[in-house]
């Protein structure tokens, strides 16, 4: 990998991990291993915004997951993310987020969050997955209850890169606003019967109960799941630069696993699941199954 890129993935680690501390060039530039001038440059040029630019996003985004899920104060949520006033942080974000804080927390609609994007998994995503190491897969039944979902499609694709060129990696952000029946959003492949003519395969969502009747946002579209069961296949733990082998692994395990050992066979009138890869649970996917017929 780039000695560059690297230089800019330490400084956007340094950002993640001192985002509620003041943020300097001169520190960003000690992370870097480079000028400031040319950090700056470089920061830029690899990321798209300046790194300024970048730290008031994330605050931004941050500080509205706060008064979303916390009920904090705008006051502590605009001081305690690095905001010099309150006026400055209302400001700051209407112009983000069109619409001001304090009505924001009081009645929370999906808003787009910024979600840092490390420049590393650009370069990764252009190298040779090495398979040598295999992983251990943990396989678990599991049973979701009917529910629906609030997803977003796109036109052609079936995988994650494709959608975001299709739909644009900004439709996490909105989703991670969202309040999701599971904890967090969820990637679908549809099976036919879910698609509508010309869109893709693969969409991004959040599930919400079964009695969800509110309107959802404008470009999204609400389907409903019925009570399936499904193994759950969860990797191992992965340092965040291997995603691309603990996703190859994973379903290379998950394309050689036969459920009828266990009473089961593949339902794929459901759609499979990704969950977000992290590293630090594990890469996950989720296949329908149901009880194995006994057909001839």
Same mark, same amino acid.
């Given at each position: 990998m780039k000695e560059q890129t690297l230089a800019v993935q330490r400084m956007q680690d340094y950002i993640e991990a001192h985002l509620e501390q003041e943020i300097t060039l001169a520190q960003l530039a000690k992370e870097a291993l480079f000028s400031p001038w040319y950090s700056y440059r470089l920061f830029h040029s690899l990321v798209g915004l300046t790194p300024a630019e970048y730290i008031r996003k994330l605050r931004l985004s941050k500080s509205a997951l706060r008064?979303?899920?916390?009920?904090?104060?705008?006051?502590?949520?605009?001081?305690?993310?690095?905001?010099?006033?309150?006026?400055?942080?209302?400001?700051?974000?209407?112009?983000?987020?069109?619409?001001?804080?304090?009505?924001?927390?009081?009645?929370?609609?999906?808003?787009? /969050?910024?979600?840092? +994007?490390?420049?590393?998994?650009?370069? %990764? =995503?252009?190298?040779?997955?090495?398979?040598?190491n295999l992983q251990s897969v943990f396989v678990q039944v599991i049973e979701k209850e009917e529910r629906k979902v609030?997803?977003?499609?796109?036109?052609?694709?079936?995988?994650?890169?494709?959608?975001?060129?299709?739909?644009?990696?900004?439709?996490?952000?909105?989703?991670?606003s969202m309040d999701s029946l599971c904890g967090e959003p969820v990637c679908l492949w549809l099976p036919e019967a879910y698609r509508k003519p010309n869109t893709s395969t693969y969409v991004q969502g959040v599930e919400a109960p079964a009695d969800f009747s509110k309107k959802v946002p404008d470009g999204f579209d609400l389907i409903t799941l019925p009570r399936t069961k499904y193994?759950?296949?969860?990797?191992?733990?992965? /340092?965040?630069?291997? +995603?691309?082998?603990?996703?190859?692994? %994973? =379903?290379?395990?998950?394309?050689?696993?036969?459920?009828?050992?266990?009473?089961?066979?593949?339902?794929?009138?459901?759609?499979?699941?990704?969950?977000?890869?992290?590293?630090?649970?594990?890469?996950?996917?989720?296949?329908?199954?149901?009880?194995?017929?006994?057909?001839?």
């Open positions: 008064l979303k899920n916390e009920g904090c104060r705008v006051t502590d949520a605009a001081l305690d993310l690095g905001f010099g006033s309150v006026d400055g942080y209302t400001r700051a974000f209407f112009r983000e987020f069109g619409c001001n804080p304090k009505e924001y927390a009081k009645a929370p609609f999906p808003i787009t /969050l910024f979600i840092p +994007y490390g420049v590393k998994f650009r370069e %990764l =995503r252009k190298e040779v997955v090495n398979m040598e609030i997803i977003k499609r796109g036109i052609r694709a079936e995988d994650y890169f494709p959608y975001c060129e299709e739909v644009g990696c900004d439709i996490w952000g909105v989703l991670k193994l759950m296949f969860q990797g191992e733990p992965f /340092l965040e630069e291997d +995603y691309c082998e603990a996703i190859c692994a %994973l =379903r290379q395990a998950m394309d050689r696993y036969d459920p009828s050992v266990i009473g089961y066979e593949w339902d794929d009138e459901n759609p499979r699941i990704q969950l977000e890869p992290r590293g630090e649970r594990g890469y996950i996917e989720l296949r329908a199954v149901r009880p194995k017929s006994n057909r001839g």
